[in-house]
């Protein structure tokens, strides 16, 4: 009785496969090599292009312009690479120009 309860206990709790169904991490992992803007929880977002990421989406970017609010405007710097913390992302977009391309 006990293995027949176990069998239909992991037939039951198996979630449906659906193809067109991705996981964040595989979204991610397709935009390696490509530009994105990530906007941050603080007043900061950035542009870069993604080398690498880990499980904790802590990412690897590189040709990075960072964009600042400051009380007087957009302050914009510009970095060769950066390893950034993955729990201060906020929004990840893929393709993204930044805050100044969408202004206009």
Not at 37 to 46: C, R, S, T
Request: proline share 5%; aromatic share 4%.
């Amino acid at each position: 009785i006990l293995s027949d309860l176990n069998v239909k206990m992991s037939t039951e709790s198996a979630a449906p496969t659906n193809s067109s169904q991705r996981l964040p991490l595989e979204l991610i992992a397709e935009c390696t090599g490509n530009k994105l803007w990530i906007v941050m929880k603080n007043d900061k977002e950035l542009v870069g292009t993604l080398r690498g990421f880990d499980d904790y989406v802590n990412m690897v970017l590189e040709d990075v312009t960072e964009y600042e609010q400051t009380p007087d405007g957009i302050k914009t710097t510009q970095l060769d690479q950066i390893l950034l913390n993955g729990n201060n992302i906020c929004l990840l977009v893929p393709g993204g120009e930044g805050p100044l391309q969408q202004q206009k």
